[in-house]
Antibody, heavy 124, light 107 residues
Framework: EVQLVESGGGLVQPGGSLRLSCAAS????????MNWVRRAPGKGLEWVAN????????YYVDSVKGRFTISRDNAKNSLYLQMNSLRVEDTAVYYC?????????????????WGQGTLVTVSS | DIQMTQSPSSLSASVGDRVTITCRAS??????LNWYQQKPGKAPKLLIY???NLQSGVPSRFSGSGSGTDFTLTISSLQPEDFATYYC?????????FGQGTKVEIK
């Protein structure tokens, strides 16, 4: 069964740091682009970042550039999101999602499957 | 960034109704448009990919159409398990933006 399981969420003060993890199983992790997506309370889905199969390309939404870093360890079938300088507005459920499509690139793909999410709360 | 605008933001419908949700992109995105369903406390679930392709395991009452800037998700006969929030998403460019969501509620 293809599965993604996030962990690492919690309560952190503004300005603090947190590292999220996503454990993948049931597929060849090293052959897929991977993503982080978040949903803030009462709001819609927001794509956060993605990373190429070998980690050589990474992209971010503007609101997290310079603060968040996406990475992966293909030997451990794991995806990570290092979040620094956290702000109240980063409070959200964070999901990891696999990029799926007709080619090995990210263009024109779709997200399937998704993990169950991990809650990050930034508050003093 | 490409802006995705869904309409309506919410709707009330009865079981058996035909429901249509539209999604408009601020610029052409070919057919790189996906639809997801999300229920409270659950992860989003892929329904339709590349505008009109039904994801495996998704009931055939769901269908998608459109190309360029205008897209539609249709539920031909609404079922109790379909009450949820629906999102469109473009993967034509980065950032890969979502629509604001359409909440489908019970009338």
């Amino acid at each position: 069964e293809v599965q993604l399981v996030e962990s690492g969420g919690g309560l952190v003060q503004p300005g603090g740091s947190l590292r999220l993890s996503c454990a993948a199983s049931g597929f060849i992790f090293s052959t897929y682009w991977m993503n982080w997506v978040r949903r803030a309370p009462g709001k819609g889905l927001e794509w956060v970042a993605n990373i190429k199969q070998d980690g050589s390309e990474k992209y971010y939404v503007d609101s997290v550039k310079g603060r968040f870093t996406i990475s992966r360890d293909n030997a451990k079938n794991s995806l990570y999101l290092q979040m620094n300088s956290l702000r109240v507005e980063d409070t959200a459920v964070y999901y990891c999602a696999r990029d799926t499509g007709y080619s090995s690139g990210w263009y024109g793909n779709w997200f399937d499957p998704w993990g169950q999410g991990t809650l990050v709360t930034v508050s003093s | 960034d490409i802006q995705m605008t869904q309409s309506p933001s919410s709707l009330s419908a009865s079981v058996g109704d035909r429901v249509t949700i539209t999604c408009r992109a601020s610029q052409g995105i070919n057919n790189y448009l996906n639809w997801y369903q999300q229920k409270p406390g659950k992860a989003p679930k892929l329904l339709i990919y590349a505008a009109s392709n039904l994801q495996s395991g998704v009931p055939s009452r769901f269908s998608g159409s459109g190309s360029g800037t205008d897209f539609t998700l249709t539920i031909s006969s609404l079922q109790p398990e379909d009450f949820a929030t629906y999102y469109c998403q473009q993967t034509y460019s980065i950032p890969r933006t979502f629509g604001q969501g359409t909440k489908v509620e019970i009338k």
